[in-house]
């Protein structure tokens, strides 16, 4: 028998694979292959893989395993190997050959045996606003969190969070980029992450728009569909969430599935023009805006890139009217888009699910 076959009767393993597939299928947890989780047993971290998704964990062996102290102790040491957690996986059991998830970092640096993370659409929300350490104070009172501000994932993200996150810290929020809840069990950090994303929510959202016949018109013949998703649709019918989204990449996985920001249709432009020069760029916007009219994304589209197309508008209608936000910045961009783990990322993507 496996280390595997052996961790797979664990009850404590079972609740892991139960809380992840819950996650990976609530879209304002989890959107596409996003999100990972973790358990520590002895000297093995078993980490969800990269470009696998959550909601499948029920039914697919999607972890792998890591010696999670040789890591830690890496990254303490800032030891240059641990740019790369493929030397850290323990092969013998990793039969698959699949590759860690890219905040595997990130866990192994989390002395708690379980750790949760999510693109849990209301701490996004939280996490871009300017003001969000001020925010965060008033909204998680009492509860043992840290605000840790936009690092590059991965092992920048590790080290920010050894920087930011005092000792018996169990919440992490991750500036421009999501929610992480750890504990001794899989309950304590499931209901920790259940209690941030209700804290988080706000009482009121912004609304949804309806996709309309005429805007589907305009889009026939274009190889461009409509989002099918009301939030997403709604921000082309409301100024406030179109100055949210008209600008530079709010959070990673945007920028990876769906390319830099959005385009939006300027006054004076014929929307079959910026269709055409939005799908022929090197690193194309697969949202384009038409205000007042709807949005649009390829009707190539992944399951991930809708995912993510229907997740932006599930972030914008949670940010609270007068907010200011904060953006990546064009080198932030880059560095995503050109670096190999989420290279790996987009080319599970185009193979699909």
């Not at 080290?159 to 899989?186: D, E, F, K, S, Y």
């Not at 304590?188 to 706000?202: C, G, I, M």
């Not at 399951?303 to 200011?324: C, H, K, N, W, Y």
């Amino acid at each position: 028998m496996t280390l595997y076959s052996k961790l797979q009767a664990n009850p404590e393993f079972i609740a892991l694979c139960a809380v992840s597939e819950r996650l990976g299928s609530d879209p304002l947890q989890v959107q596409g292959p996003g999100g990972n989780t973790s358990i520590k047993s002895a000297d093995l971290m078993w980490v969800k893989a990269s470009g696998t998704w959550l909601s499948d964990a029920l039914t697919t062996d999607l972890f792998v395993p890591v010696y999670h102290e040789v890591l830690a102790a890496a990254l303490v040491a800032d030891d240059g190997r641990a740019n790369d957690v493929g030397p850290f996986t323990c092969a013998a059991e990793n039969p698959s050959g699949l590759r860690a998830s890219i905040e595997a970092t990130v866990h192994a640096s989390m002395p708690a045996k379980v750790v949760l993370h999510t693109h849990c659409v209301a701490t996004i929300a939280a996490a871009v606003r300017t003001d969000a350490p001020t925010f965060l104070a008033a909204k998680l009172a009492g509860l043992p969190y840290a605000f840790i501000p936009y690092a590059k994932p991965g092992i920048d993200l590790a080290r920010a969070i050894r920087q930011h996150a005092p000792a018996g810290t169990q919440i992490l929020i991750l500036g421009n980029h999501g929610l992480v809840t750890c504990g001794a069990t899989v309950a304590e950090a499931d209901s920790l992450l259940r209690d941030v994303s209700a804290r988080l929510t706000p009482s009121t959202l912004a609304g949804s728009a309806d996709i309309t016949a005429a805007f589907c018109e305009k889009l026939s013949g274009s190889e461009w569909i409509p989002v099918p998703h009301g939030p997403s649709q709604q921000i082309a019918h409301d100024a406030r969430l179109l100055a949210l989204a008209d600008g530079r990449t709010l959070y990673p996985d945007h920028l990876v599935f769906l390319g830099p920001g959005v385009t939006v249709v300027r006054e004076g432009e014929q929307l079959k023009d910026v269709l055409t020069c939005a799908g022929q760029q090197q690193f194309p916007s697969k949202l384009v805006i038409m205000p007042g009219q709807g949005v649009a994304i390829p009707d190539s589209a992944t399951p991930s890139e809708i995912a993510l197309a229907r997740a932006l508008g599930d972030v914008l209608v949670r940010i609270e009217p007068q907010v200011s936000v904060s953006r990546l910045s064009g080198a932030q961009e880059a560095e995503l888009l050109d670096w190999d783990a989420e290279v790996y990322r987009q080319s599970l993507n185009r193979e699909g699910r």
